[in-house]
């Protein structure tokens, strides 16, 4: 039994992950929508950056979004025989092992870079792109 509650936390964590979608910002058909756009524009769509520069004429808006997922772990099992002391220890029997839960961010940076207040391009930068 402690055998497939394991094995349960495990399938629902990764249905878990599995289910999680990829935020709007980061969907290219959206991003390249945007292109010949203004600067409110942009705003409207997606809110006041996280970041902006100017140099040059170019005007870069940048947003970051940054995931953190969780996987509780698991717990040890024992098919020892003769009662164990809990997770992970038996008599005689197989033993489990225990995973710690962890958690794991990520992020991701979208700039948009804007020529004479329209968009001309963007740009997806990190790990959780």
């Not at 878990?16 to 910002?25: D, M, R, Y």
């Not at 969907?27 to 902006?52: C, E, H, T």
């Not at 953190?68 to 098919?79: A, I, M």
Request: net charge neutral.
């Amino acid at each position: 039994m402690k055998l497939y509650r394991g094995m349960l936390v495990i399938l629902g964590a990764g249905l878990l992950l599995a289910a999680c979608s990829t935020p709007e910002i980061q969907r290219p058909k959206v991003l390249n929508a945007m292109i010949g756009q203004s600067s409110v524009d942009v705003i409207r769509r997606f809110g006041v950056p996280s970041r902006g520069y100017q140099t040059q004429g170019h005007n870069f808006l940048s947003y970051i979004e940054t995931t953190t997922q969780y996987s509780p772990g698991t717990g040890g099992w024992d098919w020892g025989w003769g009662g164990g002391y809990g997770y992970g220890y038996g008599y005689g029997g197989w033993g489990g092992v225990e995973i710690p839960p962890s958690y794991y961010s990520s992020s991701c940076q979208t700039t948009f870079e804007l020529v004479s207040d329209q968009v001309v391009g963007w740009k997806m930068h990190g790990g959780g792109c």
